[in-house]
């Protein structure tokens, strides 16, 4: 069965969930459950709600420092509408239980990495170069 995983994720899942329920249901069988690839696709859930809102967080600071970089291009307005809707996704699916695996000044790092050089020729004013907020004031930010 650990092969279906490496072929046909989908089915090897749906023939999972039925071992899983008869399991469930105190019934045998002759088949047990590919506990291993179970184990990892149970651990990769949780880390991909992580990875979704670091990924939320790293849009917005990006938005954000484009926006503070080029404060008189005309896409402002634009930047910082989008960086408070990725804020507001974030802060959605945000759980206390990811606190520690959030790296708030590294996910503002690789945004400051990924700002452009120069914007319609015009090279970026100065930006903090250190993150300007914790994560206690991303969660509670209004906006």
Not at 43 to 70: N, T
Not at 100 to 124: E, F, N, R, W
Request: charged content about 25%; overall charge negative; some cysteine.
């Amino acid at each position: 069965m650990g092969d279906l995983y490496d072929v046909d994720v989908l089915e090897w899942s749906e023939h999972q969930a039925r071992l899983l329920r008869q399991h469930a249901a105190g019934e045998g069988g002759n088949e047990a459950p590919d506990w291993a690839n179970i184990i990892e696709e149970i651990e990769s859930v949780g880390q991909s709600q992580v990875d979704a809102v670091e990924s939320w967080w790293f849009q917005a600071f990006l938005h954000d420092l484009k926006a503070e970089a080029w404060p008189l291009a005309r896409d402002v307005p634009a930047w910082r509408g989008d960086a408070r809707g990725f804020r507001a996704q974030a802060k959605r699916k945000y759980r206390p239980s990811m606190r520690q695996k959030l790296d708030v000044p590294g996910i503002y790092a690789d945004a400051l990495s990924a700002l452009p050089d120069t914007m319609d020729g015009q090279p970026p004013l100065p930006v903090p170069a250190v993150c300007p907020v914790t994560l206690d004031e991303l969660v509670s930010a209004q906006g």
